[in-house]
Nanobody, 124 residues
Framework: QVQLVESGGGFVLAGGSLSVSCAASGRTLSFYGMGWFRQAPGKEREFVAAISRSGGITLYEDSVKGRFTISRDNAKNTVYLQMNGLKPEDTAVYYC?????????????????WGQGTQVTVSS
């Protein structure tokens, strides 16, 4: 199994940028496809971005496409989410997640391990 710890959340003004990281321990990160999800108060957890084991394939939710970039460095056992052009509606707790399936996707139930989340707050 793998343990995931997110970091890098914080406060940012609308239009600003922020990068969050997900550090893995236990099984090597290269064993897992990775995803980022977010959850705002009173809302369902929603898909943000995903990246394949090798990093060669990425997927993005439509609302963040062109603004967010998911990447990974398996040698550092870390996944990143670079967020640019942030909007107030991006405010949420951001979670990284790992899946053992060779497939990549944005369905919550397809992921096997989850981090504790990191808060991202975007103010107008």
């Amino acid at each position: 199994q793998v343990q995931l710890v997110e970091s890098g959340g914080g406060f940012v003004l609308a239009g600003g940028s922020l990068s969050v990281s997900c550090a893995a321990s236990g099984r090597t990160l290269s064993f897992y496809g990775m995803g980022w999800f977010r959850q705002a108060p009173g809302k369902e957890r929603e898909f943000v971005a995903a990246i394949s084991r090798s990093g060669g394939i990425t997927l993005y939710e439509d609302s963040v496409k062109g603004r967010f970039t998911i990447s990974r460095d398996n040698a550092k056992n870390t996944v990143y989410l670079q967020m640019n052009g942030l909007k107030p509606e991006d405010t949420a707790v951001y979670y990284c997640a790992a899946r053992t399936s060779v497939r990549i996707g944005g369905v919550n139930s397809e992921y096997d391990y989850w981090g504790q989340g990191t808060q991202v707050t975007v103010s107008s």
